[in-house]
């Protein structure tokens, strides 16, 4: 495995985290699976392990809580978020000071822990004053409770509404963005990356094989695998249209070419800049997560890199004046 900085911070997060979004502890044989790959994990070098409350109704919490409790606590860097519902109450949910408090307490007892290494706001809480939510995560590092927090899926403005708060009220800094980051949505390369990279904030992508549009198991005009994601869930499905099969065609050639398969490529693009932290991936299996770790070792040629820009046509966002 190897290690890059969270951002300009003194923290090390292994290249590869594995995320819990997707975990399925709903039977004794699908927890044995997760757990494995956990173990797996562990044992290949990640050190950072990504959850949320809201995940599974907190029982994925529970479960990474419980499984990570056989590996010393020094060597794990431990995230979960906070922001949708986890209740019916009308302050079950949101960035308010009262949620924020209540719920690390609870994210704390779930995983079997003392302090959380890193604590996101899992959406922007339009509803709540940014300044008494970033006291409030500020508070949460000076009670040690938390060591890092940071944001998911805010906008640049956002960002920088709240760097300006942050620098004015002397608070503690933002040290981690998580956005979507992958071949089909480069959104953060328009404007969000070079904010972190002015800010000196780590990035810690989720979703860097697109939902499974990048793994190459879905083909244009071959049938969906049973038991695929694309199988139950809406938001695969959305994006199996005949313009992105068209592109992993594409792509798929390319990592033809380079003799690894599209998975890997994926993983090793995302991986190119280095104001990349680490990339939160997802593995319902061991044999996925193996797959996986050899996304590390891939250098992709720049002609490479310049055909992946001419197949989605990407340019990165500059308007022209005059």
Known sequence: MKYRNLGKYGLKVSELALGSWMTDVATPEKQDLAAASIKLAYENGIN?????????GGAAEKFLGKVLQQFP?????????V????????????????HIFEQVDRSLKNMQTDYLDLYF??????????????????????????????????????LLEAELIISRDHLNPISVIQPEYNLFDRYIEHELIDVCGQFGTGIVPF????????????????????????????????????????????????????HTDLAT??????????????????????????????????????????????????????????
């Open 265 to 322: 490529f994926s993983l090793a693009w995302a991986l190119r800049d280095p104001r990349i932290s680490s990339l939160i991936t997802g593995a319902s299996k061991p044999a996925q997560l193996q797959h996986n770790l050899k996304a590390i070792d891939l250098e992709i040629p720049a002609d490479c890199l310049a055909a992946v820009d001419r197949i989605f046509d990407f340019k990165k966002f500059k308007r022209q004046i005059g």
């Open 73 to 81: 606590r020094q060597e794990l860097v431990l995230s979960s978020k």
């Open 207 to 258: 979703s860097p094989l697109s939902q499974g549009l990048l793994t190459g198991k879905y083909r244009k005009g071959a049938a969906i695998p049973a038991g695929s994601r694309a199988t139950y869930q809406s938001q695969i499905q959305a994006m199996l249209t005949d313009d992105n099969l068209d592109k992993v065609e594409k792509l798929i050639q390319i990592a033809d070419d380079l």
């Open 83 to 98: 922001f949708f519902p986890t209740g019916d109450g009308a302050n079950d949910r949101g960035l308010s000071r009262k």
């Open 48 to 56: 950072f392990f990504d959850c949320a409350d809201a995940y599974s």
């Open 121 to 158: 706001c899992h959406r922007f809480d339009e509803t709540t004053p940014l300044e008494e939510t970033l006291k409030a995560l500020s508070d949460l590092v000076d009670a040690g409770k938390v060591l890092y927090y940071g944001v998911s899926e805010w906008t640049p403005v956002q």
